[in-house]
């Protein structure tokens, strides 16, 4: 089964600035996708990173607010881009493991002050 | 939205006793999955049921699914302090991953 190992656990950040989120598996993957987690809602999906192309956004979420990079099989980052309070949430990436269901890093937890 | 539906939204019982958790969705699906999340960590996936599948179980879980409803139900047996955290289903069908809005459980020891 997978493994995810994701970078930071957690962040306080100035509003304005940028922060970027790795998540590195322990083997290559087709498809990686990134979640969001408002406080106290439920796992809301922003993108789903495919290696060499584009990453396909869901409504709601745009490139230039979340870019995303999977430069290969095995990591891809999502930047958190000009940053307010209102992104304040747990940012979570995961894999797919088939029968298994699917794989979540440990999560980044995002303040913006 | 695609957004599932879950109740209750918190539920609190005593060490013992069984929990059972509701799930609804509004889309076909492929399977539906149960995870578990402790304190605003990472999820843990707990079981997986296919869409032709009406009952699984795994150790103290189990799952039933009724598609005819668009409904599962969550049935944790004999709870422990430990199972206390927040439980999600989610479906897969021609989407990634959908959430529903989660169940908080709280188990007094």
């Known amino acids: 089964s997978a493994v995810i190992s994701q970078k930071p656990s957690r962040d306080i950040c100035q509003r304005g600035t940028s922060l970027t989120i790795q998540c590195q598996v322990d083997s290559q993957v087709t498809m990686m996708f990134w979640y969001r987690q408002q406080p106290g809602q439920s796992l809301t999906l922003i993108a789903t990173?495919?290696?060499?192309?584009?990453?396909?956004?869901e409504s709601g979420f745009v490139i230039d607010k979340f870019p995303i990079s999977r430069p290969n099989l095995t990591f891809s980052t999502l930047t958190v881009s000009n940053m307010s309070p209102e992104d304040s949430s747990i940012y979570l990436c995961s894999v797919e493991r088939g029968s298994y269901g699917y794989t979540f890093g440990s999560g980044t937890r995002l303040t913006v002050v | 939205s695609q957004q599932g539906e879950e109740d209750p939204q918190a539920l609190s019982i005593q060490e013992g006793e069984n929990a059972t958790m509701n799930c609804s969705y509004k889309?076909?699906?492929?399977?539906l999955q149960w995870y578990r999340q402790n304190s605003g960590r990472g999820l843990v996936h707990l079981i997986l049921i296919r869409s032709n599948e009406r009952e699984k179980h795994s150790g103290r879980l189990r799952v039933t699914l009724d598609t005819s409803k668009k409904s599962s139900s969550l049935l944790i047996t004999a709870s422990r302090a430990a199972d206390t955290a927040s439980y999600f289903c989610?479906?897969?069908?021609?989407?990634?991953?959908?959430f529903g809005k989660g169940t908080r459980l709280s188990v007094i020891a």
């Open positions: 990173a495919n290696q060499g192309s584009e990453a396909t956004y």
């Open positions: 989610a479906h897969s069908g021609n989407t990634p991953l959908v």
């Open positions: 889309t076909s699906i492929n399977n």
